[in-house]
């Protein structure tokens, strides 16, 4: 019997809360965000049950989500992870170089991570993730800790919502405080 590999899953009930909590913002006119679709090109199909068997990516992704909250442009990624940090090789160049550029164009840029193991919940603000990935670069860790991980930047969960806005308010309070 073949395995099904589900490596392309993951993530995707942690997707599946921010993607509800995102139709709850948007019906209470708090903020607006898009999932952006990952572009495919379908390669073989399964007539019978009309599925997508064989596939390729057309070209990079940026970012998971993008849109506005309260007038302010936002584009984040989200990112999870069983052990106690987070890996790296999880984001990529481009993600870095549009994050990086959608803030130099006064947009705001940031992860929002779960660490599954504890269940806990944390907004990474594009800046700290930015000072790992040069840390990187230069043979330094590979990973993010979770004790890089602020605790004022720790998202509450309540059912099925994932309150990431207070988060998001704070860190635009600080970035604009730097400005």
């Known amino acids: ?44 199909m399964d007539a019978e049950s009309k599925t997508i068997t064989l596939a390729y990516f057309e070209k990079q992704s940026t970012v998971d989500y993008i849109g506005v909250a309260q007038g302010v442009p936002v584009a984040f990624d989200a990112k999870e992870t069983a052990g106690k940090s987070l890996p790296l090789q999880n984001i990529h160049e481009h993600q870095m170089t549009f994050m990086e550029e959608f803030q130099e164009q006064q947009g705001l840029a940031f992860l929002l991570v779960h660490f599954s193991a504890v269940d806990e919940y944390y907004l990474l603000p594009f800046e700290t993730l930015k000072t790992y990935w040069e840390n990187a670069a230069k043979g330094e860790r590979k990973s993010i800790p979770y004790d890089a991980f602020d605790k004022k930047y720790s998202i509450k969960q309540n059912g099925s919502l994932l309150h990431y806005l207070e988060a998001v308010s704070l860190y635009l309070e600080e970035t604009e405080a730097r400005k």
Not at 17 to 34: D, G, H, P, V
């Open 1 to 44: 019997m073949s395995h099904w590999n589900s490596r392309g899953l993951r993530g995707s009930t942690f997707e599946e809360i921010i993607n509800f909590t995102n139709e709850r913002y948007r019906q209470s006119k708090l903020a607006l965000f898009q999932k952006i679709p990952t572009p495919i090109t379908p390669v073989k």
